[in-house]
């Protein structure tokens, strides 16, 4: 039996998205982007109290008012989180930036974490992550993904199904090309996974 489009693009969803089970850490980082899921997710954790800090990363995207990292810290401070307990990265305009930048901004800081939760959507998480694993130099702390709960069918009730079909298949089809190119850690693809990538490619569906 052919498995149906959203069948297929679950395999991809799952593998991308997977998180580490969640644990203390000295801060949390919540990548750079336009989602304020993200920011809110962040600020989730950090009311559980499992971190002291979180940075926000990211620049000034054409068609926004203000940087990535300033539009994120005011979602916190909305929801109550102290400035002393927000640092702002307004730099950085790709993930490996988020990671390098973040890491700088710590280190003036004085700041050598041991731990770090990583927060990004649920589709860009493993990419995220495979991107500290490298761009992180030494001393390199544990990272512990996490994104929102949010199950595949409702993220495309929310975002739109071809969107969210051309965001999944975009980062799934860096993982190799970013590897080689040494941004990011390489990652073990299921022949599953893979298979699934290649027949929505097949299937006339494409990555933005």
């Not at 991308?16 to 801060?27: K, Q, R």
């Not at 500290?132 to 009730?157: C, K």
Request: contains cysteine; glycine residues 8%; neutral net charge.
């Amino acid at each position: 039996m052919n498995q149906s489009d959203n069948d297929l693009l679950k395999k991809i969803w799952d593998y991308m998205g997977v998180e580490s089970p969640l644990a203390h850490a000295d801060v949390i980082i919540a990548g750079g982007c336009k989602d304020p899921v993200v920011a809110a997710h962040a600020v989730e954790l950090y009311e559980l109290g499992l971190a002291p800090l979180i940075v926000f990363t990211g620049y000034k995207q054409s068609g926004m008012s203000e940087t990535e990292a300033d539009f994120f810290a005011r979602i916190a401070r909305d929801r109550g989180v102290p400035e002393s307990a927000i640092l702002r990265e307004p730099l950085a305009k790709n993930t490996g930036e988020n990671i390098q930048f973040s890491q700088k901004i710590l280190a003036d800081r004085g700041i050598i974490p041991k731990t770090v939760i990583l927060v990004h959507k649920p589709y860009m998480l493993r990419r995220f992550v495979a991107t500290a694993d490298v761009q992180w130099t030494e001393p390199r702390p544990t990272f512990i993904g996490r994104h929102e709960n949010i199950s595949l069918a409702e993220y495309m009730i929310k975002r739109g199904t071809g969107e969210t079909i051309r965001k999944i298949m975009g980062d799934f089809q860096r993982l190799r090309p970013y590897a080689k190119k040494g941004y990011q850690s390489v990652q073990d693809i299921p022949d599953d996974v893979q298979a699934a990538y290649d027949t929505l490619l097949r299937r006339g569906h494409h990555s933005g």
